[in-house]
């Protein structure tokens, strides 16, 4: 069975400062990766997603991720980011091109200070 | 254009009792998966319907149940309610299964 792991349960960074959120997955096949932003009380908002092809995915709001195989590693990435950015964010593994069972990490909250 | 609608946003129910929550799927989406969310943990598949059919169904016991109607909207209902079941439960539609994703900003279940 598949599974996902984010190694940090919260991250603080400064406004303007650059953002990594780390995401290990444990799979037996080709892995289908998902990153999603869920802000209080609300639902999931899919930020970027991987299939296959170019290893670096480029997702919505300036958001990217670089899928390594060797190291089973999805990592999120932002180069500068906004307070607007403050939320939880969740790493999923897909089965199939079935995103609609995913098993997801636990998130890892992001605060932003100013 | 509506994306998915969910009802209703909140709600308590006693221990032992029943509850049926409600899915409209965005325009154009057949599909619908359901997912449970405790505090503090990612979400966790439950089922998928398509073609009003269950497709999928991940590690949740018989008490939790559901039907898709013709028009794609999608019921979950879950029998004999435990204090454990009080979680956000949140509906994602697609066309077809495939990736496309759009959740809802889900149900809270509080059960006393």
């Known amino acids: 069975a598949q599974s996902v792991t984010q190694p940090d349960i919260h991250i603080t960074v400064s406004e303007g400062a650059s953002l990594e959120l780390r995401c290990n997955y444990s799979y037996g096949a080709t892995p289908y990766l998902f990153w999603y932003v869920q802000s209080p009380g609300q639902g999931l908002q899919l930020l970027l997603k991987?299939?296959?092809?170019?290893?670096l995915v480029q997702g919505i709001k300036g958001f990217e991720a670089e899928f390594k195989r060797s190291q089973s590693s999805f990592n999120l990435r932002k180069p500068s980011v906004h307070w607007s950015d403050a939320a939880e964010y969740f790493c999923a593994v897909g089965v199939g091109t079935n995103a609609g069972k995913s098993t997801f990490g636990d998130g890892t909250t992001l605060t932003v200070k100013p | 254009d509506a994306g998915v609608t969910q009802s209703p946003t909140h709600l308590i129910k006693t221990r032992g009792q029943q509850v049926t929550l409600r899915c409209s799927p965005k325009s154009g989406h057949d599909t619908v998966s359901w997912y449970q969310q405790a505090l503090g943990q990612g979400p966790q598949f439950i089922f998928q319907y398509y073609e009003e059919e269950e497709r999928q169904r991940g590690n949740f016991p018989d008490r939790f149940s559901g039907h898709q109607f013709p028009n794609y909207s999608s019921e979950l209902n879950v029998n004999a309610l435990l204090l454990g079941d009080s979680a956000l439960y949140l509906c994602a539609s697609s066309l077809g299964g495939g990736h496309g994703y759009t959740f809802g900003s889900g149900t809270r279940l509080t059960v006393v």
């Open positions: 991987y299939f296959s092809g170019d290893t």
